[in-house]
């Protein structure tokens, strides 16, 4: 069965960068794009972009433009995300999906990590 | 960017009535359109996709209709479980949006 599984919670400090890792299993994970979507508490879905893991490809919202790098190693099927200069308004849960048709939808969602941002 | 409105923010139903949720985008996203269910401390799920299609083992009672800058999903007879947050995503250009969902609860 389709699992992805995120790396654990993070604090960070404002100015400062994190990584969050989503490894995928029971596919072909070159096979599928994956997306990142973050959840403020309370709050609703915000996409922040895609990659294609076969060839590297991305695709950010502009909101995220400036911040964020998606990258994958395919050897061990893990992709990840990058955001730099974290602010308190990024304290969220982010989560790897799966796109369920090239970047169409998504049909599998990780279990979330959260990044909480606070001095 | 395409903005999605969803209404009514709220819609406060009982268990065996119909609901319909609306979403409206700011242009057209042609049909490309999904509809999410998500419960307090779950991932969502995706329920539609394309507008109308069901995703896989989605019950019958979800149904999606629409295209061009409006879609509405109806739960034909709410069920206990479906009581839940709802949210609808474009894709129009391969970029992403969600809409800011509705939340349907118990009346």
């Known amino acids: 069965q389709v699992q992805l599984v995120q790396s654990g919670a993070e604090v960070k400090k404002p100015g400062a960068s994190v990584k969050v890792s989503c490894k995928a299993s029971g596919y072909t994970f070159t096979g599928y794009y994956m997306h990142w979507v973050r959840q403020a508490p309370g709050q609703g879905l915000e996409w922040m972009g895609w990659i294609n893991p076969d060839s590297g490809g991305t695709k950010y919202a502009e909101k995220f433009q400036d911040r964020v790098t998606m990258t994958r190693d395919t050897s061990i099927s893990t992709a990840y995300m990058e955001l730099s200069r974290l602010r308190s308004d990024d304290t969220a849960v982010y989560y790897c999906a799966r796109g369920r048709w090239k970047a169409a939808d998504i049909d599998h969602w990780g279990q979330g990590a959260l990044v909480i941002v606070s001095s | 960017e395409i903005v999605l409105t969803q209404s009514p923010a709220t819609l406060s139903l009982s268990p065996g009535e119909r609901a319909t949720l609306s979403c409206r985008a700011s242009?057209?996203?042609?049909?490309?359109l999904a509809w999410y269910q998500q419960k307090p401390g779950q991932t969502p799920r995706l329920l539609i996709y394309?507008?109308?299609n069901r995703a896989t083992g989605i019950p019958a009672r979800f149904s999606g209709s629409g295209s061009g800058t409006d879609f509405t999903l109806t739960i034909s007879s709410l069920e206990p479980e479906d009581f839940a947050v709802y949210y609808c995503?474009?894709?129009?250009?391969?970029?992403?949006?969600f809409g800011g969902g509705t939340k349907v609860e118990i009346k």
């Open positions: 995503q474009q894709r129009s250009n391969w970029r992403l949006t």
């Open positions: 394309d507008a109308s």
């Open positions: 242009q057209s996203v042609s049909n490309y």
